[in-house]
């Protein structure tokens, strides 16, 4: 079961480091890793842009490395059947998560885990943030944020709202939209973002909270039609589009992705993972990759992703406590 109350001093606390395992001097186990293929296990499904960060990073580390480092996607549960493969494997460093938002939120969201997310599994690195887009399919009757809103409170219940899954920031971005305008949407998760997007683009859901790299394709081609952005700022692919804050006072969202190990991992493997991710977020090629798909790059240390951890764990306990969000 989840400790709901762990306090925000206890997550930033062990978000230090974890605990180093005496088996091996840490200089030769450092030198002998990685000696074979390491998973990173991604909680959605192929194709959104979990999936896509996660390549990049793979390729990357593969590179640096030399050993493959091999994207498994095992989406469902809002991302809680990958992660709890990660809490739950050894930690030796060869089995890794791809952290979201989703991890954060599902710390309240979820009463019942078999595994508690802040107790283990490790901070490593911070990856990247970028905003969502508003977007709706070309069918949906609003060409802004006024229009949807208005033919949101004339039909309640009626306008189905897609996500990537429970906890999702899709689903996040959602439920703070309705709380801060008053209408009522139809939540329906999916597996991940790209099952969701393809559903919208068929019409079978109206509105979905998307991130921007996915979905500027299908924008810019008259396929889905782009409301606002989450962010506070504009979106520098979109910059004429509009922030949701422009109409919503208060309302900021953002998707961020990072990579966790199993707790106890050697610190001297978590160091080595942590400095060759931050040489890619500076290396001109991969940091141009991720900024072409609108993103914003998270240099530093287990510590100060563990601090981004801790922040964003009580940003979304008060959001799903003050609407009373539960599970569907």
Known sequence: MLSVGISRRQILNLAVGAAALPALPRAARAQSYPSRPVRIIVGFAAGGASDITARLLGQWLTERLGQQFIIENRPGAGTNIGTEAVAKSPPDGYTLLLVSVANTVNATLYERLSFNFILDVAPVAALIRSPLVMEVNPSVPASSIPEFIAMAKANPGAVAAASAGNGTP???????????????????????????????????????????????????????????????????????????????????????????????????????????????????????QLTDLSATVLPGTPADFGKLIADETEKWRKLIQAAGIKLT
């Open 170 to 288: 899709a689903h996040m971005a959602s439920e703070l939209f309705q709380l801060l305008t008053g209408i009522d949407l139809i939540d329906v998760p999916y597996r991940g973002g790209a099952p969701a997007l393809t559903d919208l683009l068929a019409g079978q859901v109206q509105v979905m909270f998307e991130n921007v790299q996915t979905s500027l394709e299908y924008i810019r081609a008259g396929k889905l039609r782009a409301l606002g952005v989450t962010t506070a700022a504009r979106s520098d692919l979109l910059p004429e589009l509009p922030t949701v804050s422009e109409f919503v006072p208060g309302y900021e969202v953002s998707s961020w992705f990072g990579i966790g190990a199993p707790k106890h991992t050697p610190t001297d493997i978590v160091d080595l993972l942590n400095v060759t991710i931050n040489a890619g977020l500076s290396d001109p090629k991969l940091k141009a």
